[in-house]
């Protein structure tokens, strides 16, 4: 069955350091996203891709985070400089299709933590 | 700001019993989902429910959307130790490419 695929599974980091989180969405899948999981707390959203460009981002996406999909498998969140704050599980997700009846499938995760 | 809350958090009962857990929002949704999370891991699609008053059936488990799109229930009838998990709801708003999630429900069915 075709699953999101998420590298690494773990990431650890300093503050201030950059990180590059890595997902392979499914293959026919066109809508692309990021969420992340502080722990013990809701699943939010950070942002959504389409045809090449961010369709919608939330307030927690700002000028620290970008998304690229570099080839035709890759989807990837950069986070520019660190924050404590930042540590938390991060999810890539897609979908066929963008609104409506969309089904977002989900990969595994990247637990990401700055010390 | 679309807020989903889930009732109960949590809920721990004993195999065999019923147990209904609840999605509401003062916003309508054109979607609603819901997820399965075990620790550590993303959340796994159950089931979408689009259409106002649907039902959909997930072998013990039953999804109903409301009427008016608000709101969602799911009913697990004689719950299994399997059934422990974190269920979580999620909703789309019709040209929002994101999803609102729920803060989940904590389920514990004991032996």
């Known amino acids: 069955e075709p699953e999101v695929t998420q590298t690494p599974s773990h990431q650890v980091t300093q503050m201030g350091q950059e990180v590059i989180l890595r997902c392979v969405p499914i293959?026919?899948?066109?809508?692309f996203y990021w969420y992340r999981q502080i722990l013990g707390q809701k699943v939010e959203f950070l942002v959504s891709?389409?045809?090449?460009?961010?369709?919608?981002k939330s307030e927690i996406f700002d000028d620290q985070f970008s998304v690229e999909r570099p080839d035709g498998s890759n989807f990837t969140l950069k986070i520019r400089s660190t924050k404590l704050e930042d540590s938390a599980m991060y999810f890539c997700?897609?979908?066929?299709?963008?609104?409506?009846?969309?089904?977002?499938?989900f990969g595994q995760g990247t637990r990401l933590t700055v010390v | 700001t679309q807020l989903l809350e889930q009732s109960p958090q949590f809920l721990s009962i004993q195999e065999g019993e019923n147990l209904t857990v609840y999605c509401n929002s003062s916003s309508v949704f054109s979607s609603l989902q819901w997820y399965r999370q075990e620790p550590g891991e993303g959340p796994v699609l159950l089931v979408t429910?689009?259409?106002?008053?649907e039902v959909k059936k997930l072998k013990r488990l039953t999804f109903q959307f409301g009427d008016a799109r608000k709101d969602s229930s799911l009913h697990i009838t004689a719950a299994q130790p399997g059934d422990t998990g974190l269920y979580l709801c999620?909703?789309?708003?019709?040209?929002?490419?994101?999803?609102?999630f729920g803060q989940g429900t904590r389920l514990t069915i004991n032996p």
């Open positions: 999620a909703g789309e708003r019709r040209g929002a490419q994101k999803l609102v």
């Open positions: 997700a897609s979908s066929e299709m963008g609104t409506g009846s969309t089904e977002a499938f």
């Open positions: 891709f389409y045809n090449n460009e961010i369709s919608e």
């Open positions: 429910v689009v259409t106002g008053g």
């Open positions: 293959s026919n899948h066109l809508y």
